[in-house]
């Protein structure tokens, strides 16, 4: 009961085998990293460059450079401008349409700046403004969103009889081309336009309905087209507009009250009442282990012509007992008995019994086998 | 210290003035009033210590039996709500010890705390913690006292079921009963009639001659012959082998099979010494002329436990000389492990086997032989070669044990106890004490 369980046999190999098979766990989980790895690598979409939707050089679904491209070779000079400072060398006049995508990174500064540098230009459309970019450029709000296919249905000759269709189209309280559901996609502002349907003009989506040509003829319509996408790294340190300040006032100190409410619940839960009960625990140990391991020794060390003689001795043993030959009795007694008893030949009992030579593990199982067949067969012929 | 939930509780009601004006500060100052709420609370809770705590003391009982400690809570200064948890060891097996107390000034109180062992030996109690709650329920003091109190759990004594048959068995060698045992060194009793069913080689044909009936000897089984059990508890005793509730220590198979014995040897009449030991002798006593044989041995067996040592038999041997030169019956409960017989007992068996009839009594692992029947695989193959290994070295040991006068009996952990006692009451009948 207060016995340890024994010594562990420890086997310290100093050959390279040995310290293959010691480190084989370590090796596999290495192994499988690096290709994870280079799996991973292989898996991943070539290119690198990652792009925001409707950027007019990204090449993915639901970028703009197949419209871009289009305009380009019908003659309009498209510039792509990515900051601010950019916009600023920018050259804009009155044969200049200004196009902003990405207007979710607009800070009031840059809006600001932005008012101001195309102040001359001929339009300036800007692709579906976040609502706080609506509100600070005065600028409609938005009041739906639709799927269907919208027609253009106002006097304007330039949509004369086209429709567009996106999966996702906003729609604004002001202007009457593209009506739907009271609001109008397309919303002139103070100035300038507000367009609800940059899917439109998508890579993927521009092939629907009409949207081509409403794309071409809204960015296509002056010889030059700045193509705007505002740049977070623009913005004032206090300009980002955060989650949280559209969040209700109460929430933050909720928060904190909830916190202290998790860790008094912690403290008040965790308090143990007491130390704990520890025991003077007695080891049980089976007793059969020892011999156990002493099995596994033989093994390791795959000492079979031992085990082979062992199990031998003692069927001989036995069967000299069940035959009744007395404690001493010779091998050949036990051999010759055997065979009477069981019409064996005398030569194969002898085989089995003494002298078959071991030549690997599976001559072992069988031998073993074999004696206690032999003894089964002994003890009921 | 510690708090109650009531402490979260209260401040997660801080929503509410959070709400009415909603910033941080609002929440910072609650959090301050609820903590300086709760630390008062603490301050004017009762201290634990000055509860008085007693034990009533507890008794013995067996393995397997369920017992209650009762402690008694006092608290003499003031009224006291706590809560208090009387811990034991583990294996003691207590159960609902935690109890609510609510006591007025001066009251007292009693607790119940059911046991049910798991172990034989001392069990000891822990502690006695006490959480003693401020007047608001929000904080409480905590302290843990030591309260000693221990159950004395006595060996299980399952063989007991055995009992009867045995005596049964030792009636039938006493005078009592008409069978008759005739035999080498029973004495002489006395003269009666004859009766159907006596053996007719006992007739005292002289008597019949002189009377008119026939008239036969009796013999009575030998008297007040010494039996001396020798407990072996060193590190080959501690080996668990197959047997009731997934397998028993060997000493504790070993010490059913010495309690068998006894019951039956003092109901025989004879006197029986108690040793147990290893390196050292463990215990020591004396049982001749004690009514309650068994219930004395349980008690000295109780807190046994097996020691990481070799036994020392050449001490204990003369532990068992120590104890009189008279002849007697020497059990020695012992498993026969061959090395530890070789190295250490061989050498003092003549002088025990000169003096006294020597028994070793062995628990046999059944473990083995099914190890040695099991060929299935390569690692069965190879662990069959070292059981068999192990059971040639055992045969052989057993043998030389023979060869030196000592009777083995070997058996499994359920048949030992009948089977020492079986050869201890063939020994009482052919009179070979």
């Known amino acids: ?88 060398d920018t050259e804009i006049g009155s044969d200049t349409t200004v196009f902003v995508t990405g207007t ?33 450029l005065g600028i409609p709000y938005a009041i739906s969103q639709t799927s269907e296919t919208v027609e253009a249905g106002c006097d304007d000759p330039r949509w004369e009889g086209l429709s567009i269709r996106a999966d996702a189209v906003t729609t604004y309280d002001a202007g009457s081309c593209f009506t739907h559901d009271d609001g109008a996609v397309l919303a002139p502002g103070d100035g300038l336009t507000v367009w609800g349907a940059p899917q439109v003009l998508t890579n993927e989506q521009i092939v629907r309905a009409d949207n081509a040509a409403v794309g071409l003829r809204l ?51 965790g308090r143990r009442l007491g130390p704990l009960a520890v025991e003077p625990l007695p080891v049980h140990v089976r007793a059969g282990e020892t011999t156990r391991s002493l099995g596994r020794l033989y093994r390791r060390s ?69 004696l206690a067949a032999l003894e089964e067969e002994v003890r009921h012929p | 210290m510690a708090i109650t939930w009531r402490v979260p509780v209260l401040v997660l009601a801080g929503i509410v003035p959070v709400l009415l004006r909603p910033t941080v500060g609002t929440a910072a100052l609650w959090v301050l009033i609820v903590t300086a709420l709760t630390l ?102 905590q302290r843990t006292m030591p309260v000693a109190g221990s159950v004395r759990v006595l060996p299980a004594f399952e063989a007991r079921k055995h009992l009867p048959s045995r005596l049964q068995r030792l009636r039938e060698l006493d005078g009592r009963a008409a069978v008759r045992v005739r035999g080498q060194g029973t004495e002489f009793d006395s003269l009666r009639e004859y009766v159907r069913g006596d053996d007719v080689r006992s007739i005292d044909w002289r008597t019949t001659a002189r009377s008119r009936t026939v008239v036969v000897r009796t013999w009575q089984p030998e008297r007040d012959r010494r039996v001396v059990l020798v407990l072996d508890t060193s590190r080959t005793s501690a080996g668990r082998v197959e047997g009731a509730d997934g397998g028993v220590p060997r000493l504790d198979s070993a010490m059913d099979a010495g309690l068998l014995l006894a019951a039956i040897a003092s109901r025989a009449g004879d006197r029986i010494d108690f040793l147990a030991g290893d390196l050292r002798v463990r215990s020591r006593m004396r049982l ?11 008690e000295a067996m109780a807190d046994l436990e097996p020691v990481i040592a070799e036994a020392d038999w050449s001490s204990l041997a003369g532990a068992v000389a120590g104890l009189g030169r008279h002849r007697a019956l ?39 032989e099914a190890t040695a029947a099991s060929r299935d695989t390569l690692d069965d193959v190879y662990a069959a070669a070292a059981a068999e290994q192990t059971l040639r070295r055992r045969d052989h040991t057993a043998a030389m044990l023979r060869t030196l006068g000592v009777d083995v009996v070997d058996a499994d952990a359920e048949s030992l106890p009948p089977a020492l006692a079986d050869h201890y009451l063939q020994l009482k009948a052919t009179g070979q004490l």
């Open chain 1, 302 to 370: 795959g000492d079979r012509t031992h085990a082979g003689t062992t199990l031998r001795q003692a069927a001989r043993t036995r069967l000299a007992q069940r035959l009744r030959l007395g404690r001493d009795a010779t091998s050949e007694a036990v051999v010759g008995a055997v065979a009477r008893s069981t019409g064996r030949p005398g030569l194969e009992v002898s085989a089995l019994l003494t002298d078959a030579p071991l030549e690997n593990d599976h001559d072992l199982i069988t031998l073993a086998n074999a």
């Open chain 1, 219 to 269: 960015l296509g319509a002056t010889d030059r087209l700045v193509w705007y996408v505002p740049a977070l790294e623009d913005l004032a340190p206090d300009e980002a507009h955060s989650p949280s300040s559209l969040l209700p006032r109460w929430i933050t100190p909720a928060l904190w009250l909830l916190l202290f409410t998790v860790v008094a619940l912690a403290i008040a839960r």
């Open chain 2, 40 to 141: 008062l609370d603490v301050w004017l809770a009762p201290k634990p210590s000055t509860l008085e705590i007693s034990r009533s003391r507890l008794g013995g009982i067996r393995l397997g039996e369920s017992t209650t400690s009762d402690l008694t809570v006092r608290s003499p200064a003031r009224r006291v709500r706590a809560l208090v948890r009387d811990a034991w060891q583990p294996t003691a097996g207590a159960t609902d010890n935690r109890h609510r107390i609510g006591l007025g000034r001066g009251d007292s109180t009693r607790l119940r705390t059911s046991l049910r062992p798991r172990r034989r030996g001392d069990l000891r109690a822990l502690g006695v913690t006490v959480r003693a709650y401020g007047p608001l329920g929000l904080g409480a003091r």
């Open chain 2, 330 to 368: 020497v059990v020695l409960l012992t498993p026969l492990d061959p090395h530890a017989i070789e190295e250490s007992l061989l050498p003092v068996l003549p002088v025990l086997t000169q003096h006294h009839r020597v028994v070793l009594a062995s628990v046999r692992d059944p473990e083995l």
């Open chain 1, 104 to 136: 979710d990174a607009l800070g009031e500064n840059t809006a600001t700046r932005l008012r101001e540098r195309t102040a001359d230009a001929g339009d300036l459309v800007l692709a579906e403004p976040a609502p706080y970019v609506s509100t600070m």
């Open chain 2, 288 to 298: 001749a002329g004690q009514r309650d044989v068994t219930q004395r041995l349980q």
């Open chain 1, 1 to 88: 009961m207060t016995v340890s369980t024994g010594s562990t046999v420890s086997t310290s190999s100093t050959t390279t085998g040995g310290w293959f098979r010691r480190k084989r766990p370590v090796l596999i989980v290495a192994l499988a990293f690096v290709v994870a790895v280079v799996l991973a690598y292989l898996a991943a979409p070539k290119g690198g460059e990652s792009y925001a939707p409707f950027d007019p050089e990204s090449p993915d679904p639901d970028g703009s450079r197949a419209l871009a491209q289009v305009l380009e070779q019908h003659g309009v000079d498209v510039e792509v401008v990515r900051s601010s400072k950019q916009l600023e």
